[in-house]
């Protein structure tokens, strides 16, 4: 999952990107409103954490115009305003949560995980694809009861392919949401990735999880017509 988030002051943004990574988020940073809207324009993003006093454009315009161009894209926004009005203006102005501070990064960590849920559907906090089980809550899985030993870019990885389970996923779409900016198109490293889970997804199993299909992408499924 791919996130953005909008804070200017230095300390708090690198906290805050800090905790997200740790918990296996893709992370990109915007220091002010204009950064903000330029990369929600050009990039597809699964959630945003928007503060609202930012420098050049605050974050009530900011959520206003990523609403008025049409994206659903969850929108967290913090704010050390808390009286009923600025909350009230937050909502109003397309945000989906509204979280004061200073907040616990335990509290931010669960409505992420909250909005994540929701998406355009209610996505449930277990998934399964035949003897593969994913818990999000707790960022875990499980292949046959066997515990699965992850670096929290291949659980993202595994995660991003499983709630996609049966669909082809391309190359720059997993790139999209499950690394940030700073990812090289020209790299290898998601073939580096897919070989790694294929490696742990496999071990003692006799069926393979893990598709390629030359050309187009990846696949998770149970049964797969790939290439491979």
Same mark, same amino acid.
């Given at each position: 999952?791919?996130?953005?988030? %909008?804070?200017?002051?230095?300390?708090?943004?690198?906290?805050?990107?800090?905790?997200?990574?740790?918990?296996?988020?893709?992370?990109?940073?915007?220091?002010?409103?204009?950064?903000?809207?330029?990369?929600?324009? /050009?990039?597809?993003?699964?959630? /945003?954490?928007?503060?609202?006093?930012?420098? *050049?454009? #605050?974050?009530?315009?900011?959520?206003?115009?990523?609403?008025?161009?049409? !994206?659903? %894209?969850?929108?967290?926004?913090?704010?050390?305003?808390?009286?009923?009005?600025?909350?009230?203006?937050?909502?109003? &102005?397309?945000?989906?949560?509204?979280? +004061?501070?200073?907040?616990?990064?335990?509290?931010?960590?669960?409505?992420? *995980?909250?909005?994540?849920?929701?998406?355009?559907?209610?996505?449930?906090?277990?998934?399964?694809?035949?003897?593969?089980? /994913?818990?999000?809550? !707790?960022?875990?899985?499980?292949?046959?009861?066997?515990?699965?030993?992850? =670096?929290?870019?291949?659980?993202?990885?595994?995660?991003?392919?499983?709630?996609?389970?049966?669909? %082809? %996923? =391309? *190359?720059?779409?997993?790139?999209?949401? +499950?690394?940030?900016?700073?990812? #090289?198109?020209? &790299?290898?490293?998601?073939?580096?990735?897919?070989?790694?889970?294929?490696?742990?997804? #496999?071990?003692?199993? !006799?069926?393979?999880?893990?598709?390629?299909?030359?050309?187009?992408?990846?696949?998770?499924?149970? =049964?797969?017509?790939?290439?491979?």
């Amino acid at each position: 999952m791919r996130i953005l988030l %909008v804070e200017d002051e230095e300390s708090a943004a690198r906290m805050l990107a800090k905790g997200l990574r740790e918990q296996a988020y893709a992370v990109d940073v915007a220091a002010d409103g204009e950064a903000a809207t330029y990369q929600a324009s /050009i990039n597809e993003y699964d959630l /945003i954490i928007l503060d609202v006093m930012l420098p *050049r454009k #605050d974050g009530l315009r900011v959520c206003h115009e990523i609403r008025k161009g049409g !994206s659903a %894209v969850p929108i967290l926004m913090l704010t050390a305003r808390d009286s009923v009005d600025d909350r009230v203006a937050g909502l109003d &102005s397309g945000a989906d949560d509204y979280l +004061v501070k200073p907040f616990n990064l335990h509290e931010l960590l669960a409505r992420v *995980r909250a909005l994540l849920r929701r998406g355009p559907h209610l996505r449930s906090d277990k998934l399964t694809v035949a003897d593969l089980t /994913i818990d999000v809550r !707790s960022h875990s899985a499980h292949r046959g009861g066997r515990l699965l030993k992850l =670096t929290a870019k291949e659980y993202a990885l595994l995660e991003f392919l499983t709630r996609h389970a049966g669909e %082809v %996923v =391309t *190359r720059a779409e997993i790139a999209e949401h +499950v690394w940030d900016e700073s990812f #090289d198109p020209f &790299s290898n490293l998601i073939e580096v990735y897919i070989q790694r889970l294929r490696r742990k997804l #496999d071990d003692g199993s !006799s069926e393979r999880l893990i598709h390629t299909l030359r050309g187009e992408g990846y696949q998770l499924a149970a =049964t797969s017509t790939a290439d491979e």
